[in-house]
């Protein structure tokens, strides 16, 4: 079993800057990928960033390449999303997730991640 909380969510101004964090416990050493998705109501969950960190690829969505990173701390068992030149419609609720089976690429579909964080919200002011 894997748990996943993240935090660093909050209110931002446009061109402003956040971090999440997202931090693993228990058997942490069987995550292959860490991804992050977000999700408006009424939309579908949508991939943002992951990373695999057997291979050590990162994959991102078009919409933020460029203007987040995704980062690991092995010491602290977490993962960091930077997310700068944040827009309005990067409005959402951010959620960590990860996959504990081998993989070479970085999936960017909902169902093939295992274990999800409870999610934190981010909100993006004009």
């Known amino acids: 079993q894997v748990q996943l909380v993240e935090s660093g969510g909050g209110l931002v101004q446009a061109g402003g800057s956040l971090r999440l964090s997202c931090t693993a416990s228990?058997?942490?050493?069987?995550?292959?990928?860490t991804g992050w998705f977000r999700q408006v109501p009424g939309k579908e969950r949508e991939f943002v960033a992951g990373?695999?960190?057997?291979?050590?690829?990162?994959s991102y969505s078009d919409s933020v390449k460029g203007r987040f990173t995704i980062s690991r701390d092995n010491v602290r068992n977490t993962v960091y999303l930077q997310m700068n030149s944040l827009k309005p419609e990067d409005t959402a609720v951010y959620y960590c997730?990860?996959?504990?089976?081998?993989?070479?690429?970085?999936?960017?579909?909902?169902?093939?991640?295992?274990?999800w964080g409870q999610g934190t919200q981010v909100t993006v002011s004009s």
């Open positions: 997730t990860a996959v504990t089976r081998h993989r070479v690429v970085v999936p960017s579909q909902p169902a093939e991640y295992d274990y």
């Open positions: 228990g058997r942490t050493s069987s995550i292959y990928v």
């Open positions: 990373g695999n960190w057997n291979s050590g690829r990162t």
